[in-house]
């Protein structure tokens, strides 16, 4: 039996409702509504294929089902182990891949993003997922805020009605893997984000 506190009194939850053409781009990027959802589009030879937000297939679905549950890096750094299942704010929430993974292992999560369009993505991205039975129940532990946790962070969590035991923070490390996947798709979150000036 797990424990489970009752950290929000909604659950997928989003403020985001932003009409996606007011969204302000760098020049040469743009968002496309599609029939497999929203997508962030630019050059593919400089940022690669359309950047979008799908937690039912490809490397999500992958990952729940063979992801190492419990054993994986993120679900012990927060505190994740048998039985317990903390309150935890994803504060640079980016794709919603960890807030995902801690969600699908029992986790009430609020994630927060302070890009605009990447917002967007993550909010298709569970639209989409609720009407999945296989991930409908683990995206209803996920809730959704646009705006800087930096900056705003107390309020943001009171919006959200949210009591957090965890704040989870993954900054955007200036990457030193070699794919050329990873090298355009930071280079897409750094055009549209800029450099984590935190980041060491």
Not at 115 to 129: F, Q, T, W, Y
């Amino acid at each position: 039996m797990s424990y489970v506190k009752s950290c929000v009194e909604s659950s997928v939850e989003s403020d985001v409702g932003t009409d996606v053409e007011s969204i302000v781009l760098p020049d040469g990027l743009r968002l496309v509504q599609g029939e497999e959802g929203l997508a962030l589009v630019g050059d593919e030879k400089r940022y690669g294929k359309p950047l979008s937000v799908d937690f039912v297939a490809g490397k999500a679905a992958h990952r729940r089902r063979f992801g190492g549950g419990r054993g994986q890096l993120v679900a012990k750094a927060c505190g994740l182990s048998k039985g317990v299942a903390p309150c935890i704010v994803d504060a640079t929430a980016g794709l919603g891949r960890d807030a995902f993974v801690l969600a699908s292992l029992g986790a009430q999560v609020l994630l927060i993003e302070r890009v605009a369009a990447i917002a967007a993505l993550l909010e298709d991205g569970l639209k989409r997922a609720v009407s999945h039975s296989d991930t409908a129940d683990i995206v209803a532990r996920m809730t959704l805020r646009h705006g800087d946790a930096a900056q705003s962070l107390a309020e943001l969590v009171a919006s959200a009605h949210f009591s957090p035991q965890v704040i989870h923070l993954d900054p955007m490390f200036p990457h030193r893997e070699k794919s050329a996947l990873v090298k355009k798709e930071m280079r897409l979150f750094r055009e549209l984000a800029g450099d984590d000036n935190d980041a060491p």
